[in-house]
């Protein structure tokens, strides 16, 4: 059973960039797309993008200036990088495992992030 | 405003069948897969259906989804108070390059 656990920063100022991690456990890379999606406060899912097994990433037009995501496989870990961050990026940001198109099987708990 | 449309609230009462709607486009709904997730308060969201109409292992089959041209639906048969929830439904969108789009969510509410 594959378990996602990420951490990072839980708060930051406008214009910083946000930076999190999310470690794999128990699961491999491969065949796997890694994507990194968010919810804003009492808001819906928006998902910012994903990166699969060779490194090749996909991201949201509305985020892709700002968004970087890598996958480290000696590590086991997904990463994800927002640059020039503003209050609207506050939210909960969740990495997830799925085959592909918008098939998320495994989450990652959850990591708040606040910008003030 | 989300690139799918779901009905923000939904309900019902104990032992009851329930149906969200998710509509959208030729670009999304209308050429690929979609998929539905429940979320609890304060948890990250689960997958419910995958491809439309199938259960992952450990869903109950009072859960099941459907779809018809650009449009989805999750039926919830059987209605029990643990199904008050949020619900999102989502899909592959080919626009700019292609990327994930989900509805805005559901949010029910068992009486």
């Known amino acids: 059973q594959v378990q996602l656990q990420q951490w990072g920063a839980g708060l930051l100022k406008p214009s910083e960039t946000l930076s999190l991690t999310c470690a794999v456990y128990?699961?491999?890379?491969?065949?796997?797309?890694w994507s990194w999606i968010r919810q804003s406060p009492g808001k819906g899912l928006e998902w910012i993008g994903r990166?699969?097994?060779?490194?090749?990433?996909t991201y949201s037009p509305s985020l892709k200036s700002r968004v970087t995501i890598l996958l480290d496989t000696s590590k086991n870990q997904l990463s994800l990088k927002l640059s020039s961050v503003t209050a609207a990026d506050t939210a909960v940001y969740f990495c997830a495992r799925g085959p592909g198109d918008s098939c998320f099987w495994d989450w990652g708990q959850g990591t708040l992030v606040t910008v003030s | 405003q989300s690139v799918l449309t779901q009905p923000p609230s939904a309900s019902g009462t104990p032992g009851q069948r329930v149906t969200i709607s998710c509509s959208g486009s030729?670009?999304?709904?209308?050429?690929?897969?979609v998929y539905w997730y429940q979320q609890l308060p304060g948890t990250a969201p689960k997958l419910l259906i995958y491809?439309?109409?199938q259960r992952p292992s450990g869903v109950p089959d009072r859960f099941s989804g459907s779809k018809s041209g650009t449009s989805a639906s999750l039926a919830i048969s059987g209605l029990r108070s643990e199904d008050e929830s949020d619900y999102y439904c989502?899909?592959?969108?080919?626009?700019?390059?292609?990327?994930?789009?989900f509805g805005g969510g559901t949010k029910l509410t068992v009486l």
């Open positions: 989502a899909a592959w969108d080919d626009s700019m390059s292609g990327q994930v789009v």
């Open positions: 030729s670009s999304n709904i209308g050429s690929h897969y």
């Open positions: 990166v699969n097994h060779s490194g090749s990433t």
């Open positions: 491809r439309n109409n």
């Open positions: 128990g699961g491999s890379f491969s065949d796997y797309y």
